[in-house]
């Protein structure tokens, strides 16, 4: 997978945290992993069509959840329910909306199908045992991860 | 709180009424989320939810003029951005006729919009403000 896809990614991701959330987002090393496994409690799955095909996952604990969504609204969150699954579904649809205008910068033409939010630990979503890539993030709420399986088109 | 002082661009008329809209959609996300019975908060929610989508149109008419007003040379694309919104909020509309409204599907509209929203605002509107502050652009908000 080329660096471009990673960074379309990951810079999505640090513009939509701090201006949403007003969190700075840090890189962790990049892991290579099988199939998109997820050890937290809140996954979304964004589908990606077009010159890149494949699935891009966002892992979240409970508390960082919860915690994020009090940012945007200004409210306490006690438990992971649809509106706070759907502002999560929602932040992740957002990072992959700015991901493929930066891959178009690129030249790959992409598109992103709507969020899956999943709630629940140790949900394994695989992928056929083939290999993702693991981006591991911090801010100063919690640490999160985000699984990118994406191969180019034939 | 909802708004943020950042979310400002310094155009007093568009200021005040993203103000509104954070104030009203803040308080229909408490509506949606107290934990009310869903019967007895439904016509609250009902009449929250009317006012919201009415005054998001209003807000996005005004914007617009105030572009047009002001020249504002990307206002196709802000457009395009405002129809995209609209359509998000008719599609939950369409829903909410046919008979689905129920408290999951309003608590997903509520979250989407706020995060929609905060997008627009915090991103989008941004560059119309750096646009009045780069041209000095003088306001002729009556």
């Not at chain 1, 509106?83 to 992740?92: H, M, P, Q, R």
């Not at chain 1, 140790?122 to 994406?150: C, V, W």
């Not at chain 2, 993203?18 to 308080?27: A, G, N, Q, Y």
């Not at chain 2, 939950?92 to 706020?114: C, P, S, T």
């Amino acid at each position: 997978m080329k660096a471009e896809c990673i960074n379309a990614f990951y810079s999505a991701t640090q513009d939509v945290f701090n201006l949403m959330l007003d969190l700075r987002v840090e890189r962790g090393d990049i892991k290579v992993v099988e199939g998109l496994v997820s050890s937290r409690n809140a996954n979304v799955v964004l589908g990606v069509t077009g010159d890149l095909k494949g699935s891009i996952l966002f892992s979240f604990t409970q508390d960082m959840t919860l915690e994020m969504v009090r940012i945007m609204s200004g409210l306490e969150m006690k438990t992971i329910d649809s509106f706070v699954s759907s502002a999560l579904g929602e932040v992740a649809n957002i990072i992959g909306g700015n991901a493929v205008t930066n891959l178009t910068n690129h030249n790959y033409i992409c598109d992103i199908v709507p969020p899956q939010v999943i709630i629940g630990e140790y949900q394994s979503l695989s992928m056929a045992n083939k290999k993702a890539l693991l981006i591991p993030l911090r801010t100063h709420i919690g640490e999160f991860d985000i699984n990118i399986f994406l191969s180019e088109s034939q | 709180m909802m708004w943020k002082e950042r979310y400002s661009i310094g155009v007093e008329l568009i200021d005040d009424q993203h103000k509104e809209l954070f104030k009203r959609l803040s308080h229909f996300i408490q509506i949606v989320q107290s934990e009310t019975n869903w019967e007895d908060k439904m016509d609250d929610v009902k009449e929250t939810l009317d006012f919201m989508k009415d005054y998001v149109i209003y807000h996005f008419n005004d914007e617009e003029r105030y572009q047009e007003e002001i020249n504002y040379p990307d206002l196709e694309v802000h457009r395009e951005a405002h129809a995209k919104f609209r359509e998000g909020i008719n599609d939950y509309v369409r829903i909410f006729d046919q008979g689905e409204f129920n408290e999951e599907k309003i608590k997903e509209f509520a979250a989407k919009l706020m995060a929609w929203l905060i997008m627009h605002v915090g991103k989008m509107d941004q560059k119309i403000g750096e646009y009045v502050k780069e041209k000095g652009v003088r306001h002729n908000e009556s």
